[in-house]
């Protein structure tokens, strides 16, 4: 992934490794929270146990704070985007050429956002990890 990280987002990492116990090079920011990709093993490491590590970050930082996996690649894409914009729910996932296809269905304004908002955070974490361009039909 090709990801400019400015000091904030360091900040962000050096504390997520500090409270977790788990070191990533990955902190997105998606509908005002803070998303942090892990190894797929360490995710419920990250987590803590009953979600301690999470809600203490919650209550550092004043902001949501999310952990997924990290995808291994386009065969993990579908899992990837809908642990980020759950709990907000889609229909299907296409894979064109270059192209990633999202059928929303009802929730698509949900998942465009106000002003595009969102929909222009997850255009750049798609062409980030996957190298696609992204559209919500």
């Known amino acids: 992934m090709v990801n400019t990280l400015d000091m904030q987002d360091l ?6 490794e500090k409270i977790m116990k788990v070191r990533t090079r990955f902190c997105l920011k998606y509908n ?3 998303v942090f990709c892990v190894p797929k093993p360490l995710v419920s490491k990250a ?3 009953g979600g301690r590590n999470v809600k203490k ?4 930082l004043g902001k949501r704070v999310r952990v997924v996996a990290v995808p291994q690649g386009t065969q993990d894409m579908e899992d990837f985007i809908r642990s980020i914009v759950n709990p907000v729910a889609f229909k299907d ?3 064109k050429g270059d192209e990633v296809l999202l059928s929303a269905g009802a929730s698509k304004a949900a998942l465009i956002g106000r002003n595009k908002k ?20």
């Open 47 to 49: 987590i803590g146990e």
């Open 118 to 137: 969102r929909l222009q955070e997850m255009q750049k974490i798609v062409r980030g990890f996957f190298g696609k361009e992204f559209r919500i039909i």
């Open 93 to 95: 996932l296409e894979i």
């Open 32 to 34: 005002e929270a803070l």
């Open 57 to 60: 970050m919650n209550y550092i």
């Open 11 to 16: 900040r962000y990492l050096n504390l997520f």
